[in-house]
């Protein structure tokens, strides 16, 4: 099978990212960002989605983190586009349920080529630790418009919330695993009846 990679750098006033993604990796993750808890939830997309993947960033963390936050998720997006190609013989859609403990959370996408989310989370408390949790949603749509993917996430239940994000996190790695898989069938077919995605 051809190796399916990407290596995206971002450079802005505000960041610099660098993102090295290997679809059908091990679940390694390499991750220097500067923002210790979303380090931790890109270590589950890696984990569970079975992707190497490697972000260094430097961001204006003296502001806040939601620059960093928000252009590793366009990155990544970004990365995810140029590894897929033109998506030929893979699977297209993705979904899972994660439970952790009390929470439960779904996740399903579909590499359709139209940006779309439909992010469904409430949180109990505005911070985990130092971080932010309104930025789970600048992160997911700045990966949705980049990666031209169609993704509907919603936490089912849960009170706890590092519970809830790890299940949301879990789930999206689980799902990109699914969609970005070749389907034996459908080896050198488009998945789309338009003819392209």
């Not at 897929?84 to 399903?108: M, N």
Request: glycine share 10%.
């Amino acid at each position: 099978m051809t190796s399916r990679n990407a290596q995206i750098q971002r450079d802005t006033l505000e960041t610099r990212i660098r993102v090295d993604l290997e679809l059908d990796g091990t679940g390694e993750a390499r991750l220097n960002v500067g923002v210790p808890f979303l380090e931790h939830m890109l270590d589950q997309v890696a984990r569970h989605g079975l992707l190497d993947l490697s972000i260094e960033a430097e961001g204006d963390l003296q502001i806040d983190a939601h620059h960093t936050v928000e252009d590793i998720g366009i990155t990544l997006g970004q990365a995810f586009a140029k590894a897929l190609g033109d998506k030929r013989g893979i699977r297209r859609y993705g979904h899972a349920f994660v439970p952790l403990d009390e929470a439960l959370s779904r996740v399903v996408i579909d590499f359709s080529g139209r940006p779309g989310l439909e992010y469904h989370v409430q949180f109990a408390r505005a911070r985990i630790g130092e971080f932010d949790v309104d930025l789970f949603h600048e992160f997911f749509q700045g990966f949705v418009n980049h990666a031209g993917v169609t993704l509907h996430i919603d936490c089912l239940r849960g009170d706890n919330a590092h519970h809830i994000a790890e299940t949301v996190f879990k789930a999206f790695g689980r799902a990109l695993r699914m969609a970005a898989e070749p389907d034996p069938r459908m080896a050198g077919m488009m998945p789309s009846t338009k003819g392209s995605l």
